[in-house]
């Protein structure tokens, strides 16, 4: 068995013309994630209508969530949010100057 020492920060893409969605773990009911975006956003048109919940830290960069309600939340470094299952959200908006690295954990509540 290796067991992989791996830094959330580092191995980044240089090319990210497209979003990098990258599985760390998963199991029966969870999915850990990193992502990477810079400047990206989801389209203007349908939402985010997830089966799990969704807890979101961002441990690097920025980037605006937008929720159906109309409700905005900010998210920057060393903030998270629990995002229930079937609440429908999208990614308004990344910071296009750097990259913004999301750990998001997908699992059943």
Same mark, same amino acid.
């Given at each position: 068995m290796v067991i992989e020492n791996k830094n959330l920060l580092k191995s980044i893409?240089? =090319?990210?013309? =497209?979003?990098v969605f990258e599985t760390l773990a998963e199991g029966s009911n969870i999915k850990i994630e990193r992502i990477i975006s810079k400047g990206h956003f989801s389209p203007e048109h349908g939402w985010y209508d997830q089966?799990?919940?969704e807890w979101v830290l961002v441990l690097k960069g920025h980037g605006l969530l937008e929720f159906e309600t109309g409700e905005i939340v900010e998210m920057k470094a060393? =903030?998270?949010?629990?995002i229930p299952k079937h609440c429908q959200h999208k990614v308004k908006w990344t910071d296009p100057q750097q990259e913004t690295i999301w750990l998001a954990i997908f699992y059943d509540a």
């Open positions: 893409p240089t =090319d990210l013309k =497209d979003e089966s799990q919940c060393g =903030d998270s949010i629990n």
